[in-house]
């Protein structure tokens, strides 16, 4: 992730985000190529534990279709976390977003980001209303 500054290594060691006294869940260090040195996830940026989260999904992604007997998941819905990336992470992020795309996967965001609309041509807005919420296509 990140043009390959940062590479998620599985443990079995507890992280210092790691609530559960059960031992149970996915443990995870970073290893950061700039330094060199392995880190905790709860060390990361907003933007980089966003680049995390994503790379993840689009991991389990691949296993889940794997598992799945080689079915290609093809739709990706990202929701939220842009507003935690500065505007070099943006686009980076949304480059990533774009290759997906042309790749074949239909990719879904979920965003109040207003920077996003000038990215994104084809958009749905949703409206809440106290009887309801309408849907609109907007570009």
Known sequence: MWSGR????????????????????????VLDAWTG????????????????????????????????GGADIHTLFVDEGFGSLDEEALEEVLGLLDDLRDGGRAVGVVSHVADLRSRITTRL???????????????
Request: charged fraction near 25%; proline fraction near 3%; hydrophobic fraction near 30%.
């Open 37 to 68: 040195q392995e880190r905790d996830p709860a060390t990361l940026s907003g933007g980089e534990t966003f680049a995390g989260s994503l790379a993840l999904a689009l991991g389990l992604g691949d296993v889940a279709g794997a598992e799945a």
């Open 125 to 139: 807005k949703v409206t809440k209303t106290p009887t309801g919420s309408t849907v609109t296509q907007v570009g």
């Open 6 to 29: 940062y590479e998620l290594r599985h443990t079995v060691d507890k992280a210092a985000g790691d609530r559960s006294r059960s031992g149970g869940g996915l443990g995870l260090r």
